[in-house]
């Protein structure tokens, strides 16, 4: 089953051709990277795809809705309700510990719950690490507790740019191992990375340059599962480099 | 969780906090001021002597001390400094013609406190205050025999000895009079329970003075009550223009306040931008952003006003002591209006800054910006 399908997506600001003819289909439980040297449109899809910005043209369809189209005000309900976003540089608010950092997602979704937030950071494995300030944790565990919000309101799409942008090679570790989980349980994220060793854990590396999708590499034997049809995948995203 | 928040956020918060608990106190303690000068103006004026006259109205030559006790009813008797009635009468000493005049000493104490008297106030009977334009004239000083002589009410020759208590300097014609208690002057006239006039000294503004002498006016025949202009308006003009002075003043530093506190949030906003902008990319909507905000502003106002509301007491205070050297009463009133004006002007402080909050593109957070 579809969860996001991207049809014929272009995004300009004023001269500046962002992205050009994007159409990409993403299933239920899929694990895509998303590749591409800087100025190649990444940020601008990973914008879009997190309702944080709106195309220029075409459609963008996320659980069978329209969102390309919606208010801002909807944007930030869909945001809240179906995406957990997961960034490079954690973006945990200093003054609060690693559980209510995981709190203030529950507060805008729900209501705040600690020991459901103590449960999301137990399975990141740092239940021992809950009251501490971000200044207090390690780079790798400020990451886990980014996880761990983007986690706590059970999404149907998990969005991650450059998880592993800042951390060394035993957190980088950690943190794959966590998305791999994830995956293995049913989620579906898409990973905007630099690094190619994050890129092959993914089922399908989606390679941007100018806007474009260059290629689309299915990684064919997937080691953590997830039996996608990446054949499949590979003719619906034939478009010119 | 948002107590300990705050806490974490303790220096940013004390800045702000400061910033209007001092607005706050200023405010509180200029408002006291404001409503407390008339007061303590009024209290300072009652030393320029009494601002109301009690005279015989029409034809009347005197008035009966029962007209006298009516009129006083109608006297508000928490503003009454003092109520001296006086009878007048010629007299003479060693032949030469002198006024003098029968009073509540006590009372004229009250109604005449810049009085300067040389010596002191008759005390017992036979002693006399004389003005410094007597003692001049004939020579007397403190502890001074002297002999008024005069006809009576009834028209008998009447000769009577009294001591100098003391010598009064006024600056007026009361240098000319001499001074002595009711029962002495009744004694002397042989006759009692009548006087030409009653000073009254109130602590009151020119209008309610007005009204009073109206009350009287329509209520006590026989009497027509006088304001005493020359005090009652410089007081009144006086009164004005300082209070306009410390409204001035309440305004400007509403103002400087509100500038205060909406700079000290803009740059609490401007430092939280990022996680504003974090919070929206986690789903905040603009209504929570600002309500967080307000809330926070509100909690800061709230508390600044409580120290405010007490610090303005002590500062109000301070200045009444040093100004008026009289201390001020406490307006249980003004906590709660120190209070919700506290949390309306922060919250108002708050606007612009949380309308610019709401504008932050969640967008920033992952461009990492």
Known sequence: MDLLELRDISKIYGTLKALQNINLTIKQGEWLAIMGPSGSG????????????????????????????????????????????????????????????????QYYHSMPDEKEALLALERVGLANRAKHLPSQLSGGEQQRVCIARALINYPMLILA???????????????????????????????????????????????LEHGRI??????????????????????????PA | MVISSLLRRRSRMIVALLAVAIGATILSGLITIYYDIPRQMGQEFRSYGANLVIVPSGNEATISMDTVKKAAAYLPAENLIGLAPYRYQTVKINEQP???????????????????????????????????????????????????????AKGAAFEREFTVSGVVQTGGTEEAFIFMSLPDFESMMDESGKVDAAECSISASGETLAEIAEKISANVPGVSPRLVKRVTESEGAVLTKLQALVYLVTVIVLLLTMICVATTMMAVVAERRREIGLRKALGAANRSIVFEFLGEGAFLGGLGGVFGAVFGFVFAQEVSVRVFSRSITFQPLLIPVTLVASVAVTALACLIPVRSATDVDPAIVLRGE
């Not at chain 1, 996320?62 to 930030?76: H, P, V």
């Not at chain 1, 980088?172 to 690094?195: A, C, K, M, N, P």
């Not at chain 1, 990684?219 to 996608?228: A, E, I, R």
């Open chain 1, 161 to 207: 740019d450059e998880p592993t942008g800042n951390l060394d090679e035993t957190n980088e570790g950690i943190v794959l191992e966590i998305f791999r989980q994830l995956h293995r349980e049913g989620s579906t994220i898409i990973v905007v990375t630099h690094d190619p060793e994050v890129a092959e854990e993914a089922q399908r590396t989606v390679v």
């Open chain 1, 214 to 239: 260059a290629h689309i590499h299915p990684h064919g034997s997937h080691p953590h599962g997830g039996g996608h049809d990446h054949h499949h995948h590979a003719e619906e995203t034939e478009v």
């Open chain 1, 42 to 105: 990444k940020t601008t899809m990973m914008n879009i795809i997190g309702c944080m910005d709106k195309p220029s043209a075409g459609s963008v369809i996320l659980d069978g809705q329209t969102i390309s189209r919606e208010s801002a005000k909807n944007l930030t309900a869909i945001r809240r309700d179906k995406i957990g976003l997961i960034f490079q540089q954690f973006h945990l608010i200093n003054y609060l510990t690693a559980v209510e950092n995981v709190m203030v997602a």
């Open chain 2, 98 to 152: 002198f006024m003098a005049a029968g009073t509540d000493l006590a009372e004229a104490q009250k109604t005449s406190p810049y009085w300067f008297v040389s010596g002191r106030w008759p005390e017992s009977e036979g002693e006399a205050l004389i003005g410094q334009e007597v003692s001049n004239v004939i020579r007397l000083l403190p502890g001074s025999l002297f002999t008024i002589t005069g006809t009576d």
